[in-house]
Protein backbone atom coordinates (compact mmCIF):
# COMPACT_ATOMS: atom_id res chain seq x y z
CA UNK A 1 0.00 0.00 0.00
CA UNK A 2 1.21 3.33 -0.50
CA UNK A 3 0.33 6.47 1.53
CA UNK A 4 0.77 10.27 2.36
CA UNK A 5 0.48 11.46 5.74
CA UNK A 6 1.60 15.48 6.42
CA UNK A 7 -0.03 18.82 6.70
CA UNK A 8 0.12 21.46 4.19
CA UNK A 9 -1.41 25.02 3.72
CA UNK A 10 -4.51 23.26 3.41
CA UNK A 11 -4.54 21.79 6.16
CA UNK A 12 -2.12 23.52 8.94
CA UNK A 13 -1.44 27.42 9.38
CA UNK A 14 2.41 28.73 9.04
CA UNK A 15 2.60 28.70 12.97
CA UNK A 16 2.07 24.61 12.77
CA UNK A 17 4.01 23.97 9.19
CA UNK A 18 6.92 25.36 10.24
CA UNK A 19 7.23 23.44 13.13
CA UNK A 20 7.73 20.30 11.28
CA UNK A 21 9.71 21.60 8.51
CA UNK A 22 12.78 19.35 7.06
CA UNK A 23 15.66 21.43 5.72
CA UNK A 24 17.46 19.79 2.93
CA UNK A 25 20.45 18.72 5.68
CA UNK A 26 17.99 16.81 7.75
CA UNK A 27 16.87 14.66 5.57
CA UNK A 28 19.83 12.37 5.25
CA UNK A 29 18.96 11.15 8.37
CA UNK A 30 15.51 11.75 9.01
CA UNK A 31 14.38 8.83 6.38
CA UNK A 32 16.36 6.36 7.04
CA UNK A 33 15.15 6.80 10.37
CA UNK A 34 12.09 7.02 9.59
CA UNK A 35 12.65 3.70 7.71
CA UNK A 36 13.87 1.80 11.08
CA UNK A 37 11.68 3.08 13.37
CA UNK A 38 8.44 2.60 11.77
CA UNK A 39 9.57 -0.51 9.67
CA UNK A 40 8.33 1.17 6.51
CA UNK A 41 9.71 -0.35 3.23
CA UNK A 42 10.18 2.90 1.24
CA UNK A 43 9.95 6.45 2.30
CA UNK A 44 10.19 9.89 0.89
CA UNK A 45 9.89 13.53 2.54
CA UNK A 46 8.76 16.23 0.70
CA UNK A 47 9.03 19.91 2.88
CA UNK A 48 8.94 23.09 1.17
CA UNK A 49 7.41 26.44 2.46
CA UNK A 50 3.69 25.00 2.17
CA UNK A 51 3.84 21.72 3.06
CA UNK A 52 6.02 18.65 4.89
CA UNK A 53 4.54 15.50 3.82
CA UNK A 54 5.79 11.62 3.97
CA UNK A 55 4.84 9.06 1.75
CA UNK A 56 5.62 5.77 2.06
CA UNK A 57 5.11 2.22 0.77
CA UNK A 58 3.89 0.11 4.15
CA UNK A 59 1.35 -2.38 4.76
CA UNK A 60 0.33 0.75 6.93
CA UNK A 61 0.68 4.25 8.66
CA UNK A 62 0.82 3.05 12.49
CA UNK A 63 3.28 5.43 14.18
CA UNK A 64 4.10 7.65 11.51
CA UNK A 65 2.58 10.53 13.17
CA UNK A 66 4.13 9.88 16.04
CA UNK A 67 7.42 9.68 14.44
CA UNK A 68 7.18 12.98 13.10
CA UNK A 69 5.95 14.64 16.24
CA UNK A 70 8.83 13.19 18.17
CA UNK A 71 11.62 14.10 15.46
CA UNK A 72 10.40 17.25 15.82
CA UNK A 73 9.68 17.73 19.32
CA UNK A 74 6.32 18.54 18.98
CA UNK A 75 3.53 17.34 21.25
CA UNK A 76 1.15 14.91 19.35
CA UNK A 77 -1.69 16.25 20.27
CA UNK A 78 -0.93 20.07 18.89
CA UNK A 79 0.12 18.04 15.15
CA UNK A 80 -3.36 15.81 15.36
CA UNK A 81 -5.73 18.21 13.74
CA UNK A 82 -3.98 18.98 11.30
CA UNK A 83 -2.24 16.15 9.60
CA UNK A 84 -4.09 14.23 6.20
CA UNK A 85 -3.94 10.59 5.98
CA UNK A 86 -4.33 9.75 2.16
CA UNK A 87 -4.16 5.70 0.81
CA UNK A 88 -3.50 4.10 -2.20
CA UNK A 89 -5.36 5.72 -5.04
CA UNK A 90 -5.98 8.98 -3.11
CA UNK A 91 -2.25 8.95 -2.57
CA UNK A 92 -1.38 8.47 -6.11
CA UNK A 93 -3.34 11.14 -7.15
CA UNK A 94 -2.59 13.87 -4.05
CA UNK A 95 1.03 13.58 -5.55
CA UNK A 96 0.17 13.90 -8.82
CA UNK A 97 -1.57 16.67 -8.53
CA UNK A 98 1.08 18.22 -5.75
CA UNK A 99 3.84 17.56 -8.84
CA UNK A 100 1.48 19.54 -11.44
CA UNK A 101 1.16 22.15 -9.28
CA UNK A 102 -2.43 21.75 -8.58
CA UNK A 103 -2.30 21.83 -5.10
CA UNK A 104 -0.74 24.71 -4.61
CA UNK A 105 -1.02 27.87 -3.13
CA UNK A 106 -0.46 29.27 -6.80
CA UNK A 107 -1.90 27.20 -8.70
CA UNK A 108 0.09 25.54 -11.38
CA UNK A 109 3.39 26.91 -10.23
CA UNK A 110 6.40 25.14 -11.84
CA UNK A 111 8.67 25.61 -8.79
CA UNK A 112 7.13 22.40 -6.81
CA UNK A 113 7.71 19.95 -9.36
CA UNK A 114 11.69 20.87 -8.96
CA UNK A 115 11.16 20.44 -5.03
CA UNK A 116 9.68 17.19 -5.43
CA UNK A 117 12.40 15.98 -7.78
CA UNK A 118 14.98 17.10 -5.22
CA UNK A 119 13.02 15.09 -2.31
CA UNK A 120 13.10 11.98 -4.25
CA UNK A 121 16.81 12.53 -5.42
CA UNK A 122 17.42 12.51 -1.79
CA UNK A 123 15.27 9.68 -0.66
CA UNK A 124 17.69 7.59 -3.04
CA UNK A 125 20.57 8.90 -1.70
CA UNK A 126 19.05 7.90 1.43
CA UNK A 127 18.39 4.27 0.28
CA UNK A 128 14.82 4.45 1.31
CA UNK A 129 13.06 4.61 -2.14
CA UNK A 130 12.37 1.60 -3.83
CA UNK A 131 10.43 0.31 -6.90
CA UNK A 132 6.94 1.70 -5.95
CA UNK A 133 7.61 5.35 -5.03
CA UNK A 134 10.20 5.21 -7.96
CA UNK A 135 7.72 4.65 -10.08
CA UNK A 136 4.81 6.59 -8.46
CA UNK A 137 7.16 9.86 -8.44
CA UNK A 138 8.38 8.96 -11.88
CA UNK A 139 4.77 9.06 -13.16
CA UNK A 140 3.86 11.84 -11.21
CA UNK A 141 6.31 13.81 -13.23
CA UNK A 142 5.34 12.69 -16.43
CA UNK A 143 1.44 13.90 -15.23
CA UNK A 144 2.87 17.41 -14.28
CA UNK A 145 5.07 17.72 -17.71
CA UNK A 146 1.67 16.45 -19.61
CA UNK A 147 -0.89 18.78 -17.84
CA UNK A 148 1.61 22.18 -18.39
CA UNK A 149 2.07 20.71 -22.35
CA UNK A 150 -1.44 20.51 -22.96
CA UNK A 151 -3.56 22.97 -20.35
CA UNK A 152 -2.99 26.40 -20.04
CA UNK A 153 -2.71 25.60 -16.30
CA UNK A 154 0.50 28.15 -15.94
CA UNK A 155 -0.70 30.79 -18.44
CA UNK A 156 -0.22 34.20 -16.95
CA UNK A 157 0.28 32.77 -13.56
CA UNK A 158 0.92 35.35 -10.47
CA UNK A 159 4.08 34.10 -8.74
CA UNK A 160 4.58 35.07 -5.40
CA UNK A 161 7.49 36.90 -6.27
CA UNK A 162 5.31 39.09 -8.41
CA UNK A 163 2.95 39.09 -5.52
CA UNK A 164 5.52 40.73 -3.46
CA UNK A 165 5.95 43.28 -6.12
CA UNK A 166 2.47 44.27 -6.08
CA UNK A 167 2.52 44.81 -2.17
CA UNK A 168 5.47 46.56 -2.21
CA UNK A 169 4.05 48.65 -4.82
CA UNK A 170 1.02 49.40 -2.06
CA UNK A 171 3.91 50.88 0.38
CA UNK A 172 5.71 52.66 -1.92
CA UNK A 173 4.46 54.38 -5.49
CA UNK A 174 7.16 51.79 -6.76
CA UNK A 175 10.18 49.91 -6.15
CA UNK A 176 12.35 52.37 -8.37
CA UNK A 177 14.01 54.67 -5.75
CA UNK A 178 13.90 51.76 -2.95
CA UNK A 179 16.89 50.05 -1.56
CA UNK A 180 16.33 46.68 -1.54
CA UNK A 181 17.76 43.57 0.39
CA UNK A 182 17.72 39.94 -0.54
CA UNK A 183 18.72 37.38 2.39
CA UNK A 184 19.51 33.96 1.25
CA UNK A 185 20.43 33.57 -2.57
CA UNK A 186 18.42 30.27 -3.46
CA UNK A 187 15.69 29.74 -6.25
CA UNK A 188 13.02 31.46 -4.41
CA UNK A 189 15.26 34.96 -3.69
CA UNK A 190 16.39 34.32 -7.30
CA UNK A 191 13.04 34.71 -8.43
CA UNK A 192 12.63 37.35 -6.48
CA UNK A 193 15.28 39.29 -7.36
CA UNK A 194 14.55 39.44 -11.19
CA UNK A 195 10.63 40.45 -10.15
CA UNK A 196 11.94 43.24 -7.83
CA UNK A 197 15.16 44.01 -9.72
CA UNK A 198 12.53 44.57 -13.33
CA UNK A 199 11.12 47.80 -11.10
CA UNK A 200 14.67 49.24 -11.46
CA UNK A 201 15.59 49.39 -7.60
CA UNK A 202 17.54 52.61 -6.32
CA UNK A 203 20.64 49.84 -4.74
CA UNK A 204 20.16 46.18 -4.46
CA UNK A 205 22.45 43.86 -1.73
CA UNK A 206 22.28 40.01 -1.14
CA UNK A 207 23.53 38.65 2.15
CA UNK A 208 23.83 35.42 2.32
CA UNK A 209 25.98 32.95 4.46
CA UNK A 210 28.14 31.99 1.73
CA UNK A 211 29.72 35.47 0.41
CA UNK A 212 30.50 33.87 -3.09
CA UNK A 213 26.94 32.54 -3.64
CA UNK A 214 25.79 35.98 -2.23
CA UNK A 215 27.91 37.92 -5.02
CA UNK A 216 26.77 35.66 -7.68
CA UNK A 217 23.83 37.03 -7.41
CA UNK A 218 24.41 40.36 -6.28
CA UNK A 219 26.76 41.21 -9.44
CA UNK A 220 24.00 39.97 -12.21
CA UNK A 221 22.10 43.35 -10.86
CA UNK A 222 24.86 45.40 -10.05
CA UNK A 223 24.08 45.16 -6.35
CA UNK A 224 27.14 44.18 -3.63
CA UNK A 225 27.02 41.23 -1.37
CA UNK A 226 27.45 41.52 2.14
CA UNK A 227 27.97 38.31 5.04
CA UNK A 228 24.74 36.72 7.02
CA UNK A 229 27.27 37.64 10.42
CA UNK A 230 26.60 41.48 9.35
CA UNK A 231 22.55 41.80 8.74
CA UNK A 232 22.22 43.93 11.74
CA UNK A 233 24.76 46.60 10.34
CA UNK A 234 22.79 46.98 6.87
CA UNK A 235 19.35 46.82 7.58
CA UNK A 236 18.40 50.15 8.27
CA UNK A 237 19.74 51.48 4.80
CA UNK A 238 17.15 49.28 3.20
CA UNK A 239 13.47 50.07 2.33
CA UNK A 240 12.44 46.72 1.26
CA UNK A 241 13.45 43.23 2.80
CA UNK A 242 13.15 39.72 1.01
CA UNK A 243 14.44 37.02 3.01
CA UNK A 244 13.98 33.28 2.26
CA UNK A 245 16.97 30.95 3.97
CA UNK A 246 16.95 27.30 5.34
CA UNK A 247 17.44 28.44 9.17
CA UNK A 248 15.64 26.52 11.84
CA UNK A 249 15.19 29.83 13.56
CA UNK A 250 14.55 33.51 12.85
CA UNK A 251 17.40 35.60 11.68
CA UNK A 252 15.87 38.80 11.79
CA UNK A 253 14.80 39.47 15.52
CA UNK A 254 12.38 42.27 17.68
CA UNK A 255 15.77 43.82 18.55
CA UNK A 256 17.41 44.11 15.52
CA UNK A 257 14.03 45.55 13.69
CA UNK A 258 13.34 48.09 16.03
CA UNK A 259 16.61 49.64 16.47
CA UNK A 260 16.69 50.04 12.12
CA UNK A 261 13.56 52.00 12.63
CA UNK A 262 15.10 54.04 15.16
CA UNK A 263 18.11 54.63 12.99
CA UNK A 264 15.99 55.23 9.95
CA UNK A 265 13.91 57.52 11.80
CA UNK A 266 10.54 55.74 11.21
CA UNK A 267 10.67 55.60 7.50
CA UNK A 268 8.67 52.22 6.90
CA UNK A 269 10.58 49.10 5.80
CA UNK A 270 8.66 46.78 3.21
CA UNK A 271 9.55 42.99 4.58
CA UNK A 272 8.79 39.25 2.83
CA UNK A 273 9.27 36.49 4.71
CA UNK A 274 8.99 33.32 2.26
CA UNK A 275 10.82 31.15 4.51
CA UNK A 276 8.85 28.27 6.25
CA UNK A 277 10.25 27.85 9.82
CA UNK A 278 10.17 31.95 8.76
CA UNK A 279 13.08 33.82 8.77
CA UNK A 280 11.43 36.98 10.68
CA UNK A 281 10.16 36.73 14.20
CA UNK A 282 6.62 37.23 14.07
CA UNK A 283 6.42 40.18 16.68
CA UNK A 284 8.29 42.18 13.72
CA UNK A 285 4.99 43.09 12.47
CA UNK A 286 3.52 44.77 15.09
CA UNK A 287 5.25 47.46 15.07
CA UNK A 288 4.28 50.60 13.26
CA UNK A 289 6.50 51.38 11.10
CA UNK A 290 7.15 47.88 9.68
CA UNK A 291 4.75 46.11 7.15
CA UNK A 292 5.47 42.30 7.41
CA UNK A 293 4.30 39.35 4.92
CA UNK A 294 4.68 35.67 5.08
CA UNK A 295 3.90 33.21 2.34
CA UNK A 296 0.28 32.74 3.69
CA UNK A 297 -0.56 36.66 3.18
CA UNK A 298 1.27 36.65 -0.15
CA UNK A 299 -1.16 33.36 -1.12
CA UNK A 300 -4.31 36.18 -0.48
CA UNK A 301 -3.19 38.18 -3.29
CA UNK A 302 -2.50 35.17 -5.71
CA UNK A 303 -6.08 33.73 -4.88
CA UNK A 304 -7.37 36.06 -7.05
CA UNK A 305 -5.34 35.12 -10.27
CA UNK A 306 -7.45 31.49 -9.77
CA UNK A 307 -10.71 32.22 -11.31
CA UNK A 308 -9.16 32.71 -14.86
CA UNK A 309 -7.28 29.84 -14.87
CA UNK A 310 -10.40 27.39 -13.52
CA UNK A 311 -11.06 25.83 -16.75
CA UNK A 312 -7.70 24.43 -17.29
CA UNK A 313 -7.40 23.20 -13.90
CA UNK A 314 -10.81 21.51 -14.54
CA UNK A 315 -8.94 19.88 -17.69
CA UNK A 316 -5.64 19.46 -15.42
CA UNK A 317 -7.50 17.25 -13.16
CA UNK A 318 -9.29 15.05 -15.74
CA UNK A 319 -5.83 13.96 -16.79
CA UNK A 320 -4.61 13.18 -13.57
CA UNK A 321 -7.56 11.07 -12.89
CA UNK A 322 -6.76 9.25 -15.48
CA UNK A 323 -3.27 8.41 -15.12
CA UNK A 324 -4.14 7.43 -11.33
CA UNK A 325 -6.24 4.59 -12.64
CA UNK A 326 -3.42 3.48 -15.03
CA UNK A 327 -1.02 3.41 -11.76
CA UNK A 328 -3.43 1.95 -9.45
CA UNK A 329 -4.15 -0.85 -12.06
CA UNK A 330 0.32 -1.27 -12.59
CA UNK A 331 0.12 -2.40 -8.24
CA UNK A 332 -2.41 -4.60 -8.80
CA UNK A 333 -0.72 -5.97 -11.27
CA UNK A 334 2.20 -6.22 -9.15
CA UNK A 335 0.04 -8.19 -6.36
CA UNK A 336 -0.42 -11.24 -8.74
CA UNK A 337 3.33 -11.73 -9.22
CA UNK A 338 4.29 -14.19 -6.14
CA UNK A 339 0.65 -16.27 -7.43
CA UNK A 340 2.01 -16.09 -10.96
CA UNK A 341 5.40 -17.27 -10.06
CA UNK A 342 4.18 -19.81 -7.73
CA UNK A 343 1.79 -21.40 -10.14
CA UNK A 344 4.80 -21.72 -12.79
CA UNK A 345 7.06 -23.21 -10.04
CA UNK A 346 4.60 -25.82 -9.65
CA UNK A 347 3.96 -26.56 -13.10
CA UNK A 348 7.95 -26.95 -13.33
CA UNK A 349 8.33 -29.11 -10.88
CA UNK A 350 5.88 -31.60 -12.30
CA UNK A 351 7.33 -31.30 -15.74
CA UNK A 352 10.94 -32.14 -14.33
CA UNK A 353 9.07 -35.40 -12.46
CA UNK A 354 7.28 -36.41 -15.30
CA UNK A 355 10.49 -35.71 -17.60
CA UNK A 356 12.87 -38.14 -15.07
CA UNK A 357 9.91 -40.34 -15.45
CA UNK A 358 9.77 -40.88 -19.64
CA UNK A 359 13.42 -40.67 -19.89
CA UNK A 360 13.67 -43.83 -17.19
CA UNK A 361 10.87 -45.71 -19.34
CA UNK A 362 13.00 -45.10 -22.69
CA UNK A 363 15.93 -46.50 -20.98
CA UNK A 364 14.37 -49.76 -19.81
CA UNK A 365 13.35 -49.46 -23.84
CA UNK A 366 10.00 -48.88 -24.05
CA UNK A 367 8.50 -47.49 -27.25
CA UNK A 368 9.04 -43.97 -28.00
CA UNK A 369 5.61 -43.24 -29.08
CA UNK A 370 4.33 -44.93 -26.23
CA UNK A 371 6.31 -42.45 -23.71
CA UNK A 372 5.44 -39.94 -25.28
CA UNK A 373 1.65 -40.52 -25.09
CA UNK A 374 1.56 -41.51 -21.09
CA UNK A 375 3.81 -38.00 -21.06
CA UNK A 376 1.41 -36.01 -22.10
CA UNK A 377 -1.37 -38.02 -20.45
CA UNK A 378 0.53 -37.80 -17.07
CA UNK A 379 1.17 -33.94 -17.70
CA UNK A 380 -2.26 -32.97 -18.34
CA UNK A 381 -3.88 -35.12 -15.31
CA UNK A 382 -1.22 -32.98 -13.24
CA UNK A 383 -1.80 -29.83 -14.11
CA UNK A 384 -5.33 -29.96 -13.94
CA UNK A 385 -6.16 -32.38 -10.94
CA UNK A 386 -5.60 -29.54 -8.21
CA UNK A 387 -8.58 -27.19 -10.46
CA UNK A 388 -10.65 -30.05 -11.02
CA UNK A 389 -10.76 -31.30 -8.06
CA UNK A 390 -11.57 -27.68 -6.25
CA UNK A 391 -14.36 -27.59 -8.61
CA UNK A 392 -15.68 -30.58 -7.90
CA UNK A 393 -15.67 -29.89 -4.41
CA UNK A 394 -17.16 -26.49 -4.08
CA UNK A 395 -20.69 -25.68 -4.09
CA UNK A 396 -23.20 -22.57 -4.12
CA UNK A 397 -21.99 -19.28 -5.20
CA UNK A 398 -18.34 -20.54 -4.25
CA UNK A 399 -18.68 -22.94 -7.24
CA UNK A 400 -20.18 -20.40 -9.74
CA UNK A 401 -17.62 -17.91 -8.92
CA UNK A 402 -14.88 -20.83 -9.48
CA UNK A 403 -16.57 -21.84 -12.54
CA UNK A 404 -16.78 -18.30 -14.09
CA UNK A 405 -13.07 -17.76 -12.84
CA UNK A 406 -11.83 -20.97 -14.53
CA UNK A 407 -14.10 -20.17 -17.80
CA UNK A 408 -11.93 -16.75 -18.21
CA UNK A 409 -8.19 -18.73 -17.21
CA UNK A 410 -8.51 -21.16 -19.47
CA UNK A 411 -10.72 -19.20 -22.36
CA UNK A 412 -13.39 -21.58 -22.29
CA UNK A 413 -16.46 -21.15 -23.94
CA UNK A 414 -19.24 -23.57 -22.84
CA UNK A 415 -21.91 -23.96 -24.81
CA UNK A 416 -20.55 -23.11 -28.23
Known amino acids: MIFTVGINHHSAPLAIRERVAFGADKLPHALPEL?????VREALILSTCNRTEIYVAAESTVGVIDWLAAYHQVPRDDLLPYVFVHEQAAAVRHSYRVAAGLDSMVIGEPQILGQVKDALRAAEAAGTV???????????????????STTAIGANI?????????????IFESVAGQRILFIGAGEMIELCAAHFCAGQPKAVTVANRTIERGRALAERYGGQAIRLDDLAEHLPQHDIVVSCTASPLPIIGLGMVERAIKVRRHRPIFMVDLAVPRDVEAEVGELDDVFLYTVDDLAQVVESGLESRQAAVIEAESIVDGRVGEFIGWLQSRDTVPLIRGLRDAAER??????????KLLGKGESPDKVLEQLSQRLTN????????TLNQAEGADRASLQAAAERLFHLHPGE
Open 35 to 39: QRAEA
Open 130 to 148: GTQLHKLFQRAFSVAKEVR
Open 158 to 170: VSMAAAGVHLAER
Open 350 to 359: MRRHEMEHAI
Open 382 to 389: KFLHAPTQ
